[in-house]
């Protein structure tokens, strides 16, 4: 499987894994659900967000609604499934500044521009991996991906 589409085909994906912020909203489960047209036995298990990449590894569930970018589908050696009805907005993270420190550090300003563009899902993936599960310093972490860049 590589997309979400993918999902509906397949009748033996039946129990599935959600946040319980995800369940909750309108643009949450039910409207993927609706775009997609699936159909899930019973009710989908909610639980933290923390619990579900666990609760898939341990095969109480067969599929999660989780974060692109959460280091756990990589250590996990799980699949990210392709929005391909682009039901979801696209995930952009935006640093904020505030003008008075921009203006005070002008150098936040250039290293940002240097930046945007540049990390992929896969590269926060394994950022995050390397911070979360190997207990990584964020900054060495941080570092080694900008040297990779040169940036």
């Known amino acids: 499987m590589k ?3 993918d999902v509906g085909r397949v009748p033996e994906i039946s129990r599935l894994g ?10 949450g489960l039910r ?4 775009a997609y047209g699936l159909h899930f036995a019973g009710e989908p298990r909610t639980m933290e967000l923390g619990l579900l990449y666990r609760s898939l590894a341990a095969h109480q569930v067969d ?3 989780g974060n692109s970018t959460d280091g ?3 250590a996990l050696d799980f ?6 009805r682009h039901y979801f907005p696209p995930y952009e993270a935006v640093p904020l500044v505030r003008e008075d420190s921009l203006r005070r550090w002008p150098q936040i300003g250039v290293a940002m521009q240097r930046l945007a563009g540049k990390v992929s899902a896969d590269e926060m993936r394994a950022m995050n991996l390397a911070v979360e599960s190997q207990h990584r310093d964020v900054g060495d972490v941080v570092r ?6 040169g940036l």
């Open 18 to 27: 959600v946040g319980y912020e995800f369940a909750e909203r309108p643009d």
């Open 63 to 65: 599929i999660v609604a």
């Open 31 to 34: 409207g993927l659900a609706a």
């Open 144 to 149: 080694e991906f900008r040297a990779g860049k």
């Open 3 to 5: 997309t979400i589409s």
């Open 79 to 84: 699949v990210a499934l392709e929005d391909d």
């Open 72 to 74: 756990a589908i990589k």
